[in-house]
């Protein structure tokens, strides 16, 4: 039973130690949305229109989220709740994103706790 126990501890760890990668891959868009790419190209078509490109804050500005939910690998039972990955279905779990309103981030957090 400790090897079992040890091997799904590994599995969160290196599951952490991913999400920590990814986190690390989105955090120049989650702190400041204007490096997005998605930004940059719609800053260029409207560039030669006669309106500007508005942003408001960078932290806490997502109200609204389509959040990705997978089973845990480890523990079934349990959920991975976040966004994916640039690129691939693989869930980055971040409960304290600054880009999300604290109300998604409490949610996501309660979620978590209830399974």
Known sequence: ?????????????????QNKKAIAQLSPYLKDPTNCPMVQNARE???GMKFKVF???VKGWRTI???????????????DIGLFKPGTHSVVVDPECIAHHPSINAAVHASIIAT
Do not use: E, H, T, W
């Open 1 to 17: 039973m400790g090897k079992s126990n040890s091997k799904k501890k590994s599995k969160a760890y290196k599951k952490r130690q």
């Open 45 to 47: 078509y409207f560039s």
């Open 55 to 57: 942003l408001d804050s």
């Open 65 to 79: 989220s389509k959040l990705a939910v997978r089973p845990q690998l480890d523990d079934p039972c349990k959920v």
